[in-house]
């Protein structure tokens, strides 16, 4: 079956490192979604990402759309304690083939 | 703001009891999902519906039913509640089945079957 990677599973970093986290597919999928689960909510999209090859912005948050369709990477800068939270990749493909990644739970540390 | 809500934040039920969980949304989405959130496993995906009365299986949907009266809500019910279903439960809508919608979340019920 489809085999979907997210890693690492968990990071501990301090405030003011960036942060880099990647997710990566046995299959080909038409486009990744990052989402965030703050403690105690539901996730909540990002960024997301449409085409092969997309490098996209959204203020600290960088992320990019593999240039196989096979994976993608998170990036933030600067870190700041409200970054802590779970992260998920959440790619896309054909008939409603919708994967969520394992997580990525981030804390920082003041 | 799309707006989805889930009827209990924290739910504590004993094994063999019928659990139901609620979920609306207040967007006039047409789908619908319910999934759960394990340590190390993710979301996965129990059953979604892509109009009133419709529903489709999804990865994991063994011990579960829904339904879907009503376009607005989905519920997601738990015929005879066993312990490895304690878990966290999240409902999430989208306008339409295209890979390109974004998924909306409700904050989750956390299920207890003791």
């Known amino acids: 079956g489809q085999q979907l990677n997210q890693s690492p599973q968990s990071m501990f970093i301090q405030e003011g490192e960036d942060v880099s986290m990647n997710c990566t597919s046995s299959s080909i999928f038409n486009t990744w979604l990052w989402y965030k689960q703050d403690p105690g909510e539901g996730p909540v999209l990002l960024i997301a990402l449409y085409k092969a090859g997309e490098l996209t912005s959204n203020g600290r948050l960088t992320a990019q759309f593999g240039i196989t369709r096979k994976d993608s990477f998170l990036n933030i800068s600067a870190s700041i304690p409200s970054d802590v939270g779970i992260y998920f990749c959440?790619?896309?493909?054909?008939?409603?083939?919708?994967?969520f990644g394992a997580g990525t739970r981030l804390t920082v540390k003041p | 703001d799309v707006k989805v809500t889930q009827s209990s934040r924290y739910l504590v039920k004993r094994t063999g009891e019928k659990v139901f969980l609620e979920c609306v949304q207040d967007?006039?989405?047409?789908?619908m999902f319910w999934y759960r959130q394990d340590p190390g496993l993710g979301l996965r995906l129990i059953y979604f519906s892509y109009d009133v009365k419709m529903k489709e299986k999804g990865d994991i949907p063994e011990g579960y039913s829904v339904s879907r009266e009503k376009k607005e809500r989905f519920s997601l019910i738990l015929e005879s509640a066993s312990t490895n279903q304690t878990s966290m439960y999240l409902c999430a809508s989208s306008i339409g089945t295209s890979e390109y919608n974004e998924q909306f979340f409700g904050p989750g019920t956390r299920l207890t079957v003791l």
């Open positions: 959440a790619p896309r493909g054909n008939n409603n083939d919708m994967r």
């Open positions: 967007m006039d989405h047409e789908n």
